[in-house]
């Protein structure tokens, strides 16, 4: 078995007097490809920016490869990740290399310029992202879906060793959003831990080792399959959701408010 990456240990947090997670316990291994799900208000997006050490728990500790995620330094670095709303002004005069080069300052160091193989690294991201036409563009001039890729390829500009996507796919059309999961499938496969978050519960699971439901608790971390059969997406979003079934994997077709708290 894979030694873990990432360790949430007994993670508590509150938005007094709201308690939005309690006692979260969860391990990613290294290389591991999860799926956070749950439904709005659940706790996810509190989760990952306290993973990313952007939120400290009130109860728990986070820790990266062994470090408390405090201690991470230089590390923290090795970590991509594409936020749920990205605070960017898009009528700021740059360009999509430009922009995607963004995502390796932390790596290249203040004030010093990008070298050839930092090019290289945006060319790289670019084409995974399938972008590489737009580069010389004004990120101004682009989609909401293509926004959404210029995003996540700013995060594989720094060449990741986790990546965190929070509702990565929410802006793309149903066929950029498989091709999208394939793009991640391919990430994972170079052995990239990856952890997103994503309401296509039918969708993810065909891609993912794991899927984590969270509801202010963790109520379960396990494989697609196991998650699935034992009723849990029922549990945790209502008994009067509604689920397609397409195959063995369900669709949620309707997301109806979370179970009382
Ligand atoms: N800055 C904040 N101040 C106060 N409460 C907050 C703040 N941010 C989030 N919350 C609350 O914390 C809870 C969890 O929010 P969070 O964003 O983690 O949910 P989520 O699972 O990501 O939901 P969604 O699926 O809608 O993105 C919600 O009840 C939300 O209202
Ligand atoms: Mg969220």
Redesign the pocket.
């Known amino acids: 078995m894979q030694e873990p990456i990432i360790e949430v240990k007994n993670v508590s947090f509150y ?1 007094p007097p ?1 308690e ?1 997670l309690e006692d979260v316990n969860l391990t990613v291994k290294k290389g591991e490809f999860l799926a956070i799900i ?9 989760l990952l920016k306290i993973i990313l050490g952007l939120l400290k728990p009130q109860k728990g500790e986070v820790y990266i490869a062994g470090k408390r995620v405090e201690e991470l330094g230089k590390w923290r670095s090795k970590i991509g990740y594409v936020p ?1 709303t990205a605070q960017i002004d898009y009528t700021f005069p740059i360009t999509v290399e430009e922009f995607v080069m963004t995502g390796r300052f932390g790596l290249i160091g203040l004030g010093k310029r990008p070298q050839a193989h930092d090019w290289e690294m945006v060319r790289k991201a670019l084409r995974e992202v399938k972008m590489e036409e737009w580069s010389k563009k004004q990120i101004g001039e682009l989609s909401g879906g293509q926004r959404q890729k210029i995003l996540i390829a700013r995060s594989l500009a720094l060449e990741p060793e986790i990546l965190i996507l929070d ?1 990565p796919t929410t802006a793309v059309d149903p066929e950029s959003s498989e091709s999208f999961y394939e793009l991640l499938l391919r990430l994972h496969e170079q052995g990239i831990t990856i952890i997103t ?1 994503s309401h296509d519960v039918g969708v993810v699971a065909q891609y993912v080792d794991s899927i984590a439901c ?1 509801n202010r608790r963790l109520i379960k971390h396990d494989r697609p399959e196991e998650v699935i059969r034992e009723g849990v997406l029922e549990e945790m979003y209502g008994r009067e959701a509604a689920f397609f079934h397409h195959g063995a994997i369900p669709h949620i077709v309707v997301r109806e408010t979370p179970p009382e708290r």
């Open positions: 938005y709201l939005v749950g439904p709005n208000g659940g706790g996810k997006t509190t749920q509702e978050v969270l």
